[in-house]
């Protein structure tokens, strides 16, 4: 019983381990927007902003999804963007940054027009 719980307990160390370093290792590579904020709505725009990540020349990915159907996807230098031809109804915002090969965790903002 000392050995299967030796061994239970050196398993979930070592998956922690592990998966600590890869997450540390995925953010620092590349780290998502940071501080992602809506900064002006309309009936048909919406507009965001959010933290540079500060790692290189990122560029910023933002799609979002209404009514299950993803819209199309918007690719940006800059940490800003004004998304336009919006209707009536619930999205998910979707951001994530690409950098040196990397893609970066994806932060969602839901935003009701």
Known sequence: MKNLL????????????????ANSIYQDV???PGHVT???????????????CSCGTPKYHIYY???????????????????TGLSAGTYQFYFYTQCDGAVSAIIVEEVIM
């Open 65 to 83: 999804v209404k009514n299950g159907q993803t819209g199309p996807m918007f690719i940006t230098g800059n940490s800003e963007i004004t998304i």
């Open 30 to 32: 590349c780290p998502p």
């Open 6 to 21: 030796f061994f239970i307990t050196g398993t979930l160390l070592l998956c922690l381990a592990f998966s600590t370093f």
């Open 38 to 52: 809506l900064t002006a709505q309309t009936k048909i725009s919406a507009s965001f902003d959010w933290d540079d």
